[in-house]
């Protein structure tokens, strides 16, 4: 019998857990440690965050949905890592705290850490929704937005003019791409509500151009040439109005304004009446302990928190990054019953270019790993599990964000007739440059293109996935 | 040999654009901006026309099951 313990219940970490489950033995067991009672579909927050949805459309409980499939959970924080166990036993365990109060040991044979990112509002002064901004990053926030939203539009019904600010909060943010489907739905929205008229609509962020998405953008074919994916990201603001600030470090949220860094050293400032921005991430702060009990941290994680795997982490230029630097089996290169999963593992680099302003600020997005590749990680990182128990002496899965393509709906709008998406693929992830020259993809499989079918897909991608996360009939042939 | 100006050679990551120098980036405002993209009439009629839009439907829905196939 072995036992799987999985951190964390979001994409990646559910994914890996129901997968897992579904591959190992009844007598092997599957155990998930989460501190959030529910599974969040955080793609649909965007549309609590405008109001279109309330929170208990994009969440369902988990205790249900485990018990039903033989998946104990347990509703805690991981606190520590003990890959050794401790002097009196060297089974490995990891110390939780549960949420009803108390610590537990929980042992395991293989481990996976899915525990996703922490949000770092305090890495920029008044930023967040205990302070001067707020979030759509969990449905709590979201409802926050919402609610400010309500406000402002009763303000523009009685008159007044009001100035929205949507973007990122901090230089190294990741995760523009669900910033950039609040911004053009709150326009939506307003339009929707009859108030656009009297709001300003501007978007900062960290992207060295509109369109980056942390993925140093796209190229696509478009009327006869291979366009950049920032015209495509620009035509949509430029329609719709939309204000944009691009190379910004938010250095200070005030109640009515922002402090921001551009790249060549100039600080500005930019007044609103609404600021929704993205706080940047790390890993959630997980200690790890020896047998003896010297703190052996550094070995398994990074300084920002995000767990070693098997990426290549020597410094070298951007000029040296190569897609042979991003990991292939999530597996830890202390330990290999531990592995990482979704936004837990630590990217060996950016893969957008790098910037850095004057004064040493940088100024660049960090790589997104939400989505279809979070979802894909944590299948394959199960898959490998399952294979190791059955006595495989070493992972049989990869999934390179360098080998791995994306699908990417971002609504623009949400109306059964007159919204419509943007709709993108990229392949792969991480460009390669060389097998695609020039552009670091495949053409014949990256596009873009807005339009109403694109809503459509995302809202069957919104049942989809919920369907498949409550694990109903027929859930493991829904693709990730 | 490539030249001085094949991509080989401008480029920091074989094929990537070189980094452009650094520069700040003031506010773009929309509606005055000559230089930005916009949609043509015709453009923004087909992105809500429904016959149109159910075709395109099909095809996304192809091509992002081609992307899923293609990376397993």
């Known amino acids: 019998m072995s036992r799987v313990v999985i951190l964390g219940a979001g994409i990646s970490g559910h994914t890996a857990a129901a997968f897992a489950r579904k591959w190992l033995a009844r007598n092997d067991s599957v155990t ?45 924080w991981a606190r520590a890592i003990h890959p050794e166990g401790d002097a009196g036993d060297p ?29 770092r509002f305090d890495k920029t002064e008044g930023l967040g929704p205990e302070a001067n901004s707020l979030s759509v990053c969990t449905p709590e926030h979201a409802v926050q937005a919402s609610a400010a939203l309500d406000e402002a ?140 009990g010297s703190d052996i941290t550094g070995q398994l994680f990074q300084p920002n928190d995000f767990m070693r795997v098997d990426a290549d982490y020597t410094a070298k230029p951007c000029e040296q990054w190569s897609p042979g630097d991003w990991p292939r089996t999530y597996q830890s290169p202390a ?20 910037h850095t302003s004057p004064s040493g600020t940088v100024i660049a997005p960090a790589p997104p790993r939400t989505g279809m590749p979070s979802a894909e990680i944590g299948k394959t990182v199960a898959r490998s599990i399952a294979d190791m128990v059955r006595g495989s002496g070493q992972p049989t899965r990869t999934a390179s964000m360098a080998e791995m393509g994306a699908a990417c709906v971002a609504s623009a709008g949400a109306h059964l007739l007159t919204g419509t998406a943007a709709s993108m693929t990229v392949y792969p992830i991480v460009p390669d440059f060389a097998r695609y020259p020039l552009y670091g993809r495949d053409l014949d499989y990256t596009f873009g293109e807005i339009g109403l079918a694109g809503h459509w897909i995302k809202i069957l991608l919104h049942h989809m996935f919920l369907y498949k996360a409550r694990l109903r009939p027929g859930w493991a042939l829904i693709p990730e | 040999m490539p030249g001085p100006d094949s991509p080989a050679d401008r480029s920091p990551r074989s094929g990537a654009a070189a980094p452009a120098p650094e520069s700040g980036s003031v506010k773009v405002t929309a509606s005055s901006t000559p230089y930005a993209t916009r949609p043509t009439r015709w453009t923004l009629f087909l992105r809500t026309f429904v016959p149109w839009q159910l075709w395109r439907f099909a095809r996304i829905n192809l091509k992002m099951i081609r992307i899923i196939r293609r990376s397993r």
Request: proline letters at 6%.
């Open chain 1, 91 to 119: 089974a490995p365990y990891v110390v939780i705290e549960r949420a009803s109060g108390g610590t537990e040991k929980v042992p395991y044979d293989f481990l996976v850490n899915a525990t996703g990112p922490r949000l």
């Open chain 1, 32 to 76: 998930v440690v989460s501190p959030v009672e529910y599974y969040n579909w955080i793609p649909s927050n965007i549309w609590v965050g405008v109001g279109l949805m309330r929170p208990g459309q994009v969440t369902f409980p988990l205790a249900p949905v485990y018990a039903r499939n033989g998946i104990e959970f347990k509703q805690a």
């Open chain 1, 335 to 354: 330990y290999a019953n531990i592995f990482a999963a979704g936004i837990a593992f630590a990217p060996p680099h950016a893969i957008s270019l790098p």
């Open chain 1, 153 to 292: 539009v009763e303000r523009m019904r009685r008159g007044e003019r009001q100035r929205f600010l949507v973007g990122v909060g901090h230089g190294t943010c990741t995760c523009e791409g669900a910033a950039f489907e609040y911004v053009v739905n709150l326009e939506f929205e307003l339009r929707a509500r009859g108030v656009r008229d009297k709001a300003d609509i501007t978007w900062i962020t960290n992207e060295y151009e509109l369109g980056d998405f942390g993925m140093g953008g796209m190229h696509m074919r478009r009327g006869g040439y291979v366009v950049p994916s920032n015209l495509f990201t620009e035509s949509l603001f430029a329609e719709r109005d939309i204000d944009w600030i691009t190379r910004a470090h938010v250095s200070q949220v005030e109640q009515d304004r922002v402090h921001y860094e551009t790249l060549d050293g100039a600080q500005r400032e930019q007044e609103f009446d609404f600021a929704m921005l993205l706080p940047p991430f790390s890993g959630v702060g997980l200690h790890a302990y020896a047998r003896d």
